[in-house]
């Protein structure tokens, strides 16, 4: 079975400041992997995924996250933060459970972004 | 492209009432999804699909059911409203399970 812990429920950073979200998985084999956003009273939307090839993938919005094996981290990382960056964060994987894909989701980081 | 839309958007229900949240995709996906949310817990898997007529539970399928008549189509259906089941609930669907889940806006659904 695989497991999602994201560090941290809210994380607070000043605009103009680095975003870093903390995502761990444990998984016997490289998994997908997904980073989601969600706005108040909204549904999720996707900022960036890892299948396979580089490690190092951009996302919409100017975040990226790496996908590290050694340490089983996809760490969301962002140089400067912005306003509209404030909202709930979601780490995903997908992986193959019974007969098929599932994807299990992280409990969330709130991201709070003070002017 | 309408993507995945969910009905209603909001509802109460009384203790020992039933309902069905509907889904539909126009996105040709095989794979959908159910999941509530609870505050501070992330999102649970209650049931998912990987084709029309193929249904599975997923981790918190208790008081729930489903159906897949066709691949737009995913409703959920509460039997027998409880307390525990006031949650928000979002429907997705996805390609081959593998690449990324498209969310709808989610119901929210309050019991009492």
Redesign the interface.
């Known amino acids: 079975a695989q497991s ?1 812990t994201q560090l941290g ?1 809210h994380v607070s950073v000043s605009e103009g400041a680095l975003v870093l979200l903390r995502c761990n998985y444990s998984s016997s084999v490289p998994p ?1 992997l ?1 980073w ?1 956003v969600q706005y108040p ?6 900022l960036l ?1 890892y ?1 396979t090839g580089a490690t190092l993938v951009k996302g919409i919005n100017g975040f990226e996250a790496e996908f590290k094996k050694s340490e089983t981290s996809f760490h969301l990382t962002k140089p400067s933060a912005h306003m509209s960056d404030a909202a709930e964060y ?1 780490c995903a994987v ?1 992986e193959i459970a ?11 980081t709130q991201l709070t972004v003070l002017p | 492209n309408a993507g995945v839309t969910q009905t209603p958007k909001f509802r109460i229900l009384k203790i020992g009432q039933s309902m069905t949240l509907q889904c539909t995709q126009d996105m040709n996906h095989n794979y959908m999804y159910w999941y509530r949310q609870d505050p501070g817990m992330g999102l649970k898997l209650i049931y998912y699909s990987v084709g029309a007529g193929i249904t599975d539970k997923g981790e918190v399928p208790n008081g729930y059911n489903v159906s897949r008549s066709t691949t737009e189509d995913f409703p959920l259906r509460l039997e027998l409203a409880a307390p525990s089941q006031t949650s928000v609930y979002f429907c997705a669907s996805s390609w081959e399970g593998i690449t990324e889940a498209f969310f709808g806006q989610g119901t929210r659904l309050t019991v009492v």
């Open positions: 999602v429920s997908y997904f989601y009273n909204q549904g999720l939307q996707l995924k299948t979601f997908s019974g007969s098929a894909r599932q994807l299990t989701f992280g409990s969330g």
